[in-house]
């Protein structure tokens, strides 16, 4: 277990007493459903109102980390689209999906394919107990041979209509809507760890207030 500094718990303290209390209570309950157990990745998608949608859906379902690959596209965040989630939710930038990967698998993730396969899983069937992090791929050419190839596993959504895909963006909706549901309901220890909420809080705040800089640097020359 990590120990804050007790001075840096005592500035915390501090800085919260510039939010409003409907805010800082919000973040107590914001923060109380964050998850890593559970990450995406988005591979070189070029629409970017898609990429700006996911982040969107992971701040709703509570999913912390977003992982974002562009070998091909470089993006930047529609930041109409994502409506401000890219400031709650933490943005990992690789350049290869090889590099992604390596990383994710160094942080105990399993490496999930969202895409039909002879060996595919569906939602209700998917083991939850284990660390994954979920792979969306190009609109139209679908997850590489990179990462078909390093996939521990995949994952589909089921359709029983003419319709053969969906959106990405509709996808990555649904298949978060559904695991963090189960996840939930478990006994599985899926928040994130008291060192991993306060180093948000500080972040959090740092978003929110003005003159953060200034205020931590007349909170040290007073303590």
């Avoid at 939010?19 to 923060?31: A, G, N, S």
């Avoid at 990179?146 to 995949?154: S, T």
Wanted: with cysteine; aromatic share 10%; proline share 2%.
């Amino acid at each position: 277990m990590y120990f804050w500094p007790m001075h840096d718990l005592q500035l915390l303290e501090y800085l919260e007493t510039y939010l409003t209390p409907h805010r800082k209570e919000r973040f107590e309950t914001v923060l109380s459903q964050r998850t890593k157990h559970f990450t995406v990745a988005v591979e070189d998608v070029y629409q970017l109102h898609n990429t700006s949608a996911v982040i969107r859906s992971c701040d709703v379902f509570g999913i912390q980390e977003v992982n974002i690959i562009e070998e091909r596209n470089r993006k930047r965040i529609d930041r109409e689209i994502a409506m401000g989630a890219q400031k709650w939710v933490d943005l990992n930038r690789y350049n290869t999906s090889k590099a992604c990967i390596d990383d994710l698998k160094r942080k105990g993730y399993r490496i999930i394919a969202t895409t039909p396969h002879t060996n595919d899983s569906d939602l209700d069937h998917f083991d939850i107990t284990k660390k994954a992090c979920f792979f969306f791929g190009k609109e139209s050419e679908g997850l590489s041979d990179m990462v078909l190839n390093e996939a521990d596993e995949f994952i589909k959504i089921p359709m029983v209509g003419f319709t053969e895909s969906l959106n990405i963006s509709v996808s990555a909706a649904i298949i978060l809507q559904h695991m963090t549901t189960r996840l939930r309901k478990s006994t599985i220890d899926w928040q994130l760890t008291e060192a991993e909420t306060i180093e948000k809080r500080f972040d959090w705040i740092k978003k929110t207030i003005k003159n953060y800089d200034a205020i931590v640097e007349r909170y040290y020359s007073e303590n």
